[in-house]
């Protein structure tokens, strides 16, 4: 007689906001995981945002739901790090460092006492900073310390170039790499539609870029937070990993001589399987974009350089 063994799946959310909730909310309907969690310092919160979904599970089924506390890391999968200040209208990125490498300090000990081999993916603003604080923090190895990166700015890059081709966004090739924020970098020397090359003039490419740049400010200024896009972006991650699919994402990893780039966290094109970023694909960038990559990365060296880590 064969015995079955059930193991179940477990994705915790730290931080039941917006991204935290919207997250759990996609991952629930795609049945990421059997098990997901919520913490939030605001548990009454991420109670009742686990109430509302399990309400939800007769149409559902398959998942458990609960708002936990630190121990339910014990056994989890992946970690996501959705918690901490988010970005006021007029803010950068960059302004809402040091008040969440505060928050983080405290949040990935907690995390590492009840966990060591699973993955932690960090969303929190500034995402490339904060994802190598945790990295520093955590002491983990770098490949299972992922930030989600430029993996949505990508997104949004692709979905207007589809806009203005009509094409379906998903069979866009092109990536946004560097900071997730203002010295990210569009890499039009490699955009293509099945391995055709885009016949933007310098116009459109500009203007295609400064939309997806200024993509997170429009939707925060008039609706107050992004959360459906970067929810998928996220759940796309997760499926990556639990599904072992050797993904090609362009999410934020520590950089070890990538186009020169090194000891820093920044989106870039990566394959993702379940230990995480299996690899790093140093692309071949023109001269221009490589310049602008070692700029986004001294930029963030400089601010990391102010921290006391
Ligand atoms: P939010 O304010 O709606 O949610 C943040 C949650 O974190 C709140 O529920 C709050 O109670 C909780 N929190 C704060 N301190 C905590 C702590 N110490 N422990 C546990 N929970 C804590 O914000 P949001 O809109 O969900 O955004 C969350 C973060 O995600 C922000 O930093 C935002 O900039 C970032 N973000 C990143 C991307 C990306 O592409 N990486 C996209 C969108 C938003």
Redesign the pocket.
Same mark, same amino acid.
């Given at each position: 007689m064969t015995s079955l063994t059930y193991k179940p799946s477990r994705v915790v959310i730290?931080?039941?906001?917006?991204?935290?909730t919207t997250t759990a909310y996609t991952l629930l309907l795609r049945h990421r995981a059997t098990e997901l969690v919520l +913490?939030?310092?605001?548990h009454k919160?991420a109670m009742g945002e686990a109430l509302d979904m399990n309400h939800g599970l007769p149409f559902v089924g398959g998942v458990k739901i609960w708002a936990g506390d630190y121990e339910d890391c014990a056994g989890a999968d992946i970690i996501i790090v959705?918690?901490?200040? *988010?970005?006021k209208p007029g803010e950068t990125?960059i302004d809402?460092l040091k008040r969440?490498v505060g +928050?983080f300090q405290?949040?990935i000990q907690k995390i590492t006492k009840y966990n060591r081999d699973g993955i932690l993916l960090i969303?929190?603003?500034p995402?490339d900073i904060l994802s190598y604080v945790t990295w520093k923090i955590s002491g983990w190895d770098a490949r299972r310390v992922i930030g *989600?990166g430029t993996l949505?700015d990508s997104a949004r890059f692709r979905y207007l170039i589809g806009s203005h081709k009509e094409i379906d966004p998903r069979s866009i090739h092109g990536h946004i790499i560097g900071e997730?924020g203002d010295s990210e970098l569009p890499v039009w020397s490699l955009a293509n539609i099945a391995g055709t090359s885009l016949d933007f003039d310098e116009t459109e490419r500009n203007e295609i870029f400064a939309d997806t740049k200024n993509a997170a400010s429009e939707i925060i200024n008039s609706k107050g *937070?992004? *959360?459906y896009a970067?929810a998928l972006?996220l759940d796309r991650i997760v499926a990556a990993i639990l599904l072992n699919e050797s993904a090609v994402l362009s999410v934020s990893t520590l950089l070890q001589d990538t186009n020169g780039v090194s000891d820093i966290y920044l989106g870039v094109p990566s394959i993702v399987d379940r230990r995480g970023v299996r690899e790093i694909l140093d692309l071949p960038l023109n001269d221009e974009e490589k310049s602008l990559f070692k700029r986004s990365a001294d930029l963030l060296k400089s601010e990391i350089s102010k921290l006391d880590l």
């Open positions: 730290i931080g039941a906001g917006a991204v935290g +913490i939030d310092v605001n919160k959705t918690a901490g200040a *988010s970005q990125r809402l969440n +928050i405290d949040i969303a929190t603003n995402v *989600s949505l997730h *937070s992004t *959360s970067i972006a």
